[in-house]
């Protein structure tokens, strides 16, 4: 489960309905071991929380051809990510992203990086601006990328670089659901302090949002699930 933060870092996207999976960006619930393999799992971990009306549940799905790099930058890091570890290195991982993006909204994507625990975003680390001036590429109204094609071609631009933060980036495609969030403490208003802090990355679960068009999600994809 997450929620956006109240955000002071310049160069995003403007726009009011900002949607990442960077820990620079996002406030995650749990605030340990929020990686989850299934919906189901994440939501379940969320059940005794105390959730901010805000928050929402949602997947990442990484494609299958970037898998290598996320999985260097854990094991380089060194950081305890067992459930990560797990799904990335599964066989069977394609079927179970396919599973994923059946059942919640296909939103668009994102350039993402590990870095000894967190995820970083293109959009708030410079590559996003000058992406859209050498790639040509944009991002829509909740700052992420249209499609498949255009998501791969920015990691690969944003990895020739020597400028960036020290990861590998990759393509992150968003998934998003109707499920409504159970809390069994109930909800904490929007000008309440969220109680539990962390960082973003794999699939949840959130309140739905208007109907998208679909991008490109493909095959070959690993899927995971988290809290947020």
């Known amino acids: 489960m997450a929620k956006l933060k109240t955000l002071t870092v310049s160069g995003l996207p403007r726009t009011e309905r900002l949607t990442s999976a960077s820990d ?28 901010p009306v805000e928050a929402r549940l949602y997947a990442l799905l990484v494609p299958s051809e970037h898998v290598g790099g996320f999985v260097a930058d854990i094991r380089a890091a060194g950081t305890d990510e067992p459930v990560l570890l797990s799904h990335l290195d599964s066989q069977g ?14 939103l668009g994507w994102e350039v993402l990086g590990y870095d000894f625990g967190l995820l970083h975003t293109w959009l708030c680390n410079g590559l996003y601006e000058e992406g859209r001036l050498h790639l040509g590429v944009d991002t829509d109204e909740r700052g992420l990328l249209p499609d498949r094609r255009a998501a791969l071609r920015s990691a690969a631009w944003a990895n020739t670089r020597g400028d960036t933060k020290p990861v590998t980036w990759f393509p992150g495609a968003r998934i998003e659901w109707d499920t409504p969030i159970e809390s069994g403490l109930g909800p904490v208003s929007a000008e309440t302090p969220a109680p539990l802090h962390s960082s973003p990355g794999g699939a949840g679960s959130s309140s739905a949002p208007e109907p998208q068009a679909e991008p490109d999600i493909g095959t070959g994809q690993t899927s995971l699930s988290r809290c947020f």
């Open 24 to 51: 620079c960006l996002i406030d995650r619930f749990p605030d340990d071991g929020c990686w989850f393999g299934t919906a189901q799992e994440a939501l379940a971990a969320c059940l005794p929380l105390q959730l």
């Open 93 to 106: 991982a394609g079927e179970a992203a396919q599973e994923v993006a059946e059942d919640g909204h296909k």
